[in-house]
C-alpha cells in the first residue's frame, strides 16, 4: 500500500512518467509538467476524468515543442485533409500516432462533451485513426485539430495521406469470392454426399437433381471466385511465363467442362465437390498470405517527411502555403524543430541545421549567411529565414526520388521458389497429360480423354499453391511478434538468399541525438570559457559536442587560429595558448591507453594538461549481433557522417568496409554495384538519404524507434531493440524456405499418388473429392507446425 | 421422398439469405474495424450528473 502511494507522488498522474524534482500540482495530481497538467484541467472541468479510471496513466508526456496548425485556416489545404463537407457538417479522418490505450477510444470519443459542435467522433484503434463530424458553421478544422491537439492528441498531417490510399487498394472483392466458394462448397458437399453414399435404384431421380443443382453451384465459383486465376494464367502466358496459376486455371477449366459434360450427358456425377473445394482452399490461402499492417506504411516517401505548409513571407507579412505552391525565389520562415522543405539560402537567423536524418550527421551544422541550406535539416533555435533556390521536388534530397531505382515498376527482386519450380511442373504436367492420351488414343478414345482430364484433374497443384503461403504467413507473424515487420510474404525468402548486408551508421547502429559527453578536466571558469569560445570556432563535430557540454558560456576574443584537419586545434586567446586535440596531440604528458569505443578530446592549456573530454556513441544492443553475422554475411558500413569513429567501429567491420561522407547517390551507386557483381545485399538504414540505397537493395530494412514515426520506404521496418534478434531473424527464414521445401515434397507424393489412378484413366470423383481436400489439409498442418517448432528452436516464440 | 426436393429449395434458400446478409454486412463497412468495436463494448457509459461526491 506504501509502495503505491510513493509511486503516486513520483510519477505524473496523466503520462506515469518520472517526475522531476520540481513538479507541478493540481487536485492533489501530480504532474510531470505544465502540459500534462493543462490535459488534466480541460478533462476535468469537461467532467471526463473516467479517462483515468480505465488505465493508470493513460496520457502521453505533454513535453515537446508547441506546433503550429496555422496552415489548416488555408482553404487549398483544407479541401485536401477533409473527406466529405457541406453547409452543415464536415467529415475528416486523422491519424493519431499516439492512440495507445481504452482510454484514447473513450476519451477521443467523448470529445462531444468538450465542444458541442463536434457531433461524434469514431475511433479505428488498429488503424490509430479518428473520424470526426463536426458543425461546419460552429468550428473550423483549425479549432479541431487544435483541441485534439490540447487534450494530448496530436493528429499527424502529412502531405502524403499514406493511410487512406492503402484502404483504397484493398478493394479487390478477396473476402466477397471467398465467402460465394464458401457456399457453394458447402451446398456441394451436401450434395454429393449421397453419392458416396450410393443412391438405390429407385431413387435415380435424385441423382439426376442433385447433379443439375450441383452444377448450377459450380457457375458462380466459376464465373465469379475463379476469374483471378483465368486472368493470371493468361497475362502470364501473353509474356510467355508459365506461372503457377496456369496449372491452377487449367485444373479449374477441366474440372468444369467434365463436371458439365458428364452431367449433362447422364454419364456420371462429375466433380462438382473437388472444384469447389479446389477454389475455396486456393481463395482462402491468397487470403491468408495477405497481411495487413493498419498502422504501418512501407511506401513513405520524401512527401511524408515534409510539412503539409510553410511560412511564406510576402510584403512583411507571412501566411501560409502548401509544399506545391512553393516557388523559386519565395522567402520562407522557418521556427525552431520545423523542417527546411526546399534548397535556399539562408538570409536572416542563426541556423543550426539538423542533418542527421538527411545526410547521417550526428551532429547540427551551422550556416552562414548567404549560404545553401539543403532541404530536409531540421533547424534547432530561434525562427530563420530563407529565399528558395529550387523548388521542392528538384531540390538536393528530393531529386534522390527521380531516380530510376524508384521509377520502375516494383517487381520481385529475386523469383521466388514456387515461381521457379511452378514452370517445370507445369511442362512435366502437360507431358504427362499428353502422354497418356496418346497411349490411350490407338486403343480406345472415351478413355484416353477420360485419362488426359484426369491428369489435369488430381495434378492441380492446389497443395503446391498452399504450402509458400501458408509456411511464409505463420513466419511473417513470428516476425511481427518480435516487432520485425515484412511487408509481404515474399520478402521472406529474400531475407534467406541474403549474402551480404549494409548498413547505415546515424540511426542505425547509433541511437541518434544520443550522445554523451563526460568531462574529466580540472579547469577554472573562465578556462572553460576558452575551450569553449576555441571549439565554438571550429565545425569539426566533436568540438560542437563539447560547446553543447559546456554551454552557456561568453565567446572570448581569439588571436590566432589554427586547426589542424583531423587532429586538432592550437588558439591564441589573450596571452593564453591553447590546445584541444588527440592524445597525439597534446604530446606534453604520457597518457593512459585509452579504449577503443570511446572518442576523447584531450585539453591543454600554455602547455600544462588540463584533462579530456570522452565523447561516447550510444550503439545499439544490437551490434554485437550485427559483429556476429561478419562470419556469414559480408558486413559493410555505409554512412553520410564523418569518418571520426572509425576506431570505434573497427571491432565491428573491418576498416576496409567503412565507407564515409556518402551522399544519398552514392549510397544508392554503392549498392548497385554490389549487385552487379553478384550479391544479394541487404540494406539496414533510417533515414532519408538511405531511402535511394534501401530501394535499390534485394532487401530494405529501415530501423525505427518507434514504427508510428516517419520510416523511409523499404521492403520491412524492424524496431530498433530488436536488432540483436537479426541473426536470428536470417537463420528462420532459412528455416521457413526449408519447411516450404518438405512441404512441396508431400504435396508432390500426394500428386504421384492420385496420377497412378489418373493415367489409367479410371479416376473417380470419390478420390478426387477424398485428394484434394486431404492433401491441402497436410501441407496446413504441417506449414504451420514445422513453422512454429522453427521458431520456438530459435526462441523467437 | 420428393418432399426432399421442397427442404433442398428451402436449405438452398437459407443459406442464400445467410449469404446476402454476409454481403450486406461488407458492404456496409461492418468487417473494416474488427478491435475497436470490442474495446468500446467495455466502456461504461456515463451517468447523467456528475457524481457530487468525490
Known sequence: MKQAEIDQQTTCYHCGNDCADEHIEQDEKVFCCNGCREVYSILSQNGLCSYYAYNE????????????????????????????????FTIVTFYIPDIHCSSCIWLLEHLNKINPAIYNTRVDFLRKQVNIRYDTQLITLYEV????????????????????????????????????????????????????????????????????????????????????????????????????????????????????????????????DTLCGLVFFLSVGKFVQRKTYYHLSFERDYRSFFPVAVQLIED??????????????????????????????????????????????????????????????????EAIELEVVKPVSQSYLTSLWNNEAFTRPQENKTKTFSEKVSKYFTIALLIIAFG??????????????????????????????????????????????????????TVVEQLAHIDTIVLDKTGTITISGDTAVSAYITATDTEKQMIYSVCANSTHPLSRLICQYLNNYIKLNINSYYEVPGRGITADIGGHFIKVGSAKFIDTIQLEATSAQKTEVHISIDEKYIGYFSIQQHYR??????????????L????????????????????????????????????????????????IGDGLNDAGALKQSDLGIAITDNVNNFSPGSDAILDGRSLKKLPIFLKFSKDALRVVYISFCISLTYNVVGLSYA??????????????????????????????LAAKKRKLI | MSIIYFLIGCSVLLALVFLGAFF???????????????????????PEETDPKK
Open chain 1, 57 to 88: 496513466h493513460p496520457g502521453v508526456s505533454q513535453e515537446k515543442a508547441a506546433k503550429r496548425f496555422n496552415y489548416l485556416k488555408e482553404p487549398s489545404i483544407i479541401s485536401e485533409l477533409i473527406d466529405y463537407s457541406d453547409e452543415k
Open chain 1, 145 to 272: 485539430v487544435g483541441l485534439l491537439d490540447k487534450i494530448g492528441y496530436e493528429p499527424l498531417i502529412s502531405l502524403q495521406d499514406v493511410v487512406k490510399k492503402q484502404a483504397l487498394d484493398k478493394k479487390d472483392n478477396l473476402v466477397k469470392k471467398i465467402a460465394v466458394a464458401g457456399f457453394c462448397f458447402g451446398n456441394v458437399m451436401l450434395l454429393s454426399f449421397p453419392e458416396y453414399l450410393g443412391i438405390s435404384v429407385y431413387e435415380q431421380s435424385f441423382r439426376q437433381f442433385f447433379g443439375w443443382l450441383n452444377l448450377a453451384f459450380c457457375l458462380p465459383v466459376l464465373f465469379y471466385s475463379s476469374t483471378g486465376y483465368f486472368k493470371s494464367a493468361w497475362t502470364n502466358l501473353k509474356n510467355k511465363v508459365l506461372n503457377i496459376d496456369f496449372p491452377l486455371a487449367l485444373g479449374i477449366a477441366v474440372l468444369f467442362v467434365r463436371t458439365a459434360i458428364e452431367i449433362l450427358t447422364r454419364t456420371g456425377p462429375g466433380f462438382a
Open chain 1, 436 to 489: 497418356s492420351f496418346f497411349i490411350w488414343f490407338p486403343f480406345d478414345l472415351p478413355r484416353a480423354i477420360s485419362a488426359f482430364t484426369a491428369v489435369l484433374i488430381i495434378a492441380c497443384p492446389c497443395a503446391l499453391a498452399l504450402s509458400t503461403p501458408f509456411t511464409m504467413s505463420a513466419a511473417l507473424s513470428i516476425f511481427d511478434k518480435n516487432f520485425f515487420y515484412l511487408k509481404n510474404t
Open chain 1, 636 to 683: 559493410y558500413l555505409l554512412s553520410g557522417d564523418h569518418g571520426h569513429e572509425r576506431e570505434a567501429l573497427s571491432s565491428v567491420f573491418s576498416m576496409e568496409d567503412m565507407y564515409f561522407e556518402r551522399t544519398p547517390q552514392e549510397k544508392l551507386d554503392f549498392i548497385k554495384q554490389l549487385q552487379q557483381n553478384g550479391h544479394k545485399v541487404m540494406m
Open chain 2, 24 to 46: 450486406w454486412a461488407q458492404r456496409n463497412g461492418q468487417h473494416d474495424d474488427l478491435y475497436t468495436p470490442s474495446v468500446r463494448i467495455l466502456l461504461d457509459d456515463e
Open chain 1, 759 to 788: 493415367v489409367s484413366g479410371k479416376l473417380s470423383p470419390l478420390i478426387a473429392a477424398i485428394l484434394m481436400p486431404l492433401s491441402t489439409f497436410t501441407i496446413i498442418s504441417f506449414t504451420s507446425l514445422a513453422t512454429h
Open chain 1, 316 to 381: 512583411e507579412t507571412e501566411r501560409p502555403v502548401p509544399l506545391s505552391d512553393i516557388q523559386v525565389g519565395q522567402r520562407i520562415m522557418i521556427r525552431n524543430n520545423e523542417i527546411i522543405p526546399a534548397d535556399a539560402i539562408l538570409l536572416k537567423g542563426d541556423a543550426r541545421v539538423d542533418f542527421s536524418f538527411v545526410t547521417g550527421e550526428s551532429v547540427p551544422v551551422n550556416k552562414i549567411l548567404g549560404e545553401v541550406v539543403y532541404a530536409g535539416g531540421r533547424q534547432t533555435g
Open chain 1, 621 to 634: 544492443d544490437g551490434i554485437k549481433s550485427v559483429q556476429s553475422l561478419s562470419s556469414g554475411y559480408r
